[in-house]
């Protein structure tokens, strides 16, 4: 009977994780895509270069300067060190990623099936990326923006998790549609897909109350999303 027992417990406890391998660090693309590191590094290198070249652009938008020579002699009053970054800069440095995401996955992976599959993904994560921060705009700078600062701020985590399932939901019906197939349930979320969104808390935290810390706290939000182009790079058919 004990015998019984165990073999059953680890059943139901293979089980569990099956279903939910989705839902962890474990999801193949984080760690098992089966590529080379030299692979993964290219991936990684050609995200970092998309975030840049979006930095860039929005910066040359706001009239900085970008040589070399001017940016690293002040480079506390550079873009990226004084720029408040909010739903525009987050949404153009997460499609640079993506693009960076796709343009190094399929330098690596010449198979049709698996640059679809990068295709649908990057479809997934700029949804990802723009839907949860401009939920979280709605919510903090328009429906709630006289309410205490204590709501706001629960209002902006709420819209945080609001906005993914949104964009997970709609995105899921948007790559049917351009792509012409149904993929039964769709993507399911996933850990990364909210992994990715310190910088809307980061932003909903601007928007609530400015202040040093905050805007120094927003430094990381181009290291943030990095993770989008990762996933797309990384991303292969029935993955």
């Known amino acids: 009977m004990q015998a019984l027992s165990v073999n059953m417990n680890s059943n139901i406890c293979a089980d569990f994780n099956n279903r939910n391998l ?108 723009s839907i949860p921060i401009l939920t979280v705009y709605l919510l903090v700078e328009k429906l709630f923006k006289s309410a205490p600062k204590g709501i706001k701020a629960f209002v902006g985590l709420g819209g945080v998790f609001i906005g993914v399932t949104i964009a997970n939901f709609l995105m899921n019906r948007l790559n049917n549609l351009l792509f012409h197939e149904k993929n039964g349930e769709g993507r399911k979320m996933k850990f990364s897909d909210f992994a990715e969104h310190p910088d809307d808390v980061i932003v909903a935290a601007n928007y609530i109350a400015k202040g040093n810390f905050v805007h120094k706290l927003g430094r990381i939000i181009p290291i943030a999303l990095l993770i989008p182009g990762w996933e797309v790079g990384n991303k292969k058919a029935h993955q």
């Open 22 to 129: 989705k839902f962890g660090h474990a999801h193949n693309s984080m760690r098992e895509s089966g590529y080379k590191p030299s692979e993964k590094a290219l991936i990684a290198g050609m995200s970092v270069l998309g975030v840049l070249a979006s930095i860039a652009l929005l910066a040359k938008g706001e009239g900085y300067s970008l040589k070399p020579s001017k940016m690293f002699k002040d480079f506390k009053n550079s873009y990226i060190m004084k720029k408040d970054f909010e739903a525009k800069e987050v949404i153009s440095m997460g499609a640079g990623s993506c693009l960076g995401g796709i343009i190094g996955g399929c330098m690596i992976d010449k198979n049709k099936e698996n640059r679809k599959a990068k295709l649908r993904e990057s479809v997934m994560q700029i949804g990802n990326v």
